[in-house]
């Protein structure tokens, strides 16, 4: 089963909502992440718990990933970064053993496969970010993929409560997009691009400094608009 929403970060607010994880409840976290899923998991009153990466793999270390599971703990959010594949059964069988509930953030390895099986498929919903700068770039969306009929048709009913975003905006995304592929191409990035951020951030404006790394920090109140 196949749905999309308009984030990465909407598919797993709603995967969460789906299985009404209740509130309180413990989910195993990555230290590196995109802000707004952290953003989701406190909006949905939910307590992030943090479990360092194995340095190879930058995935989960299994031995803290056992030591963190409490009996509050409901979900886990595994994320694949930057095309590394780990070693999926031990950290599958301690997610199982514990009967959690699983999400997949395959964002960074799209296509990875483990003994033969695709990433993304290995928990009860996987997501796929296709926003800006990401392998497969749609302009902005979360593709979501699960074998779990429930889950599907939860998600479903939600899809059809959200409203489409007006045509500026995805306008607005279509132009900014085709800035940052020109921007971003190697030769176009070294020599005007970096050379251009430094100068801006000579003048140092807050907008600059969200692309020189340094983003907001402080949680979010409540699920934006835009994200729905
Ligand atoms: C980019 C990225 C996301 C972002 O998803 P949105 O579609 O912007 O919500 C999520 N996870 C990872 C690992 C990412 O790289």
Redesign the pocket.
Known sequence: MFNYFS????AFYFSLKAVKIPENSEIIMPPI??K??LDVVLCLKLKPVFVDLDPDTLCYDCNQLEKAITKNTKAINI?Y?YGITPDMDPIINIAKKYNLFIVE?F??NINAEYKGKKLGTFGDVGIY?A?ST?TFDIH???LLITENNDIANSLRKYQNELEFPPRIILLQKIITNFIRNIATKRSVFSLLTFPFIKLLKMISSEEVIKFTGTRPTEPIEKIPKSWL
């Open positions: 984030f990465a970060r909407t992440t995109i707004p899923f994320t970064l953030d964002s960074h970010s926003s990401k902005g969306a979360g």
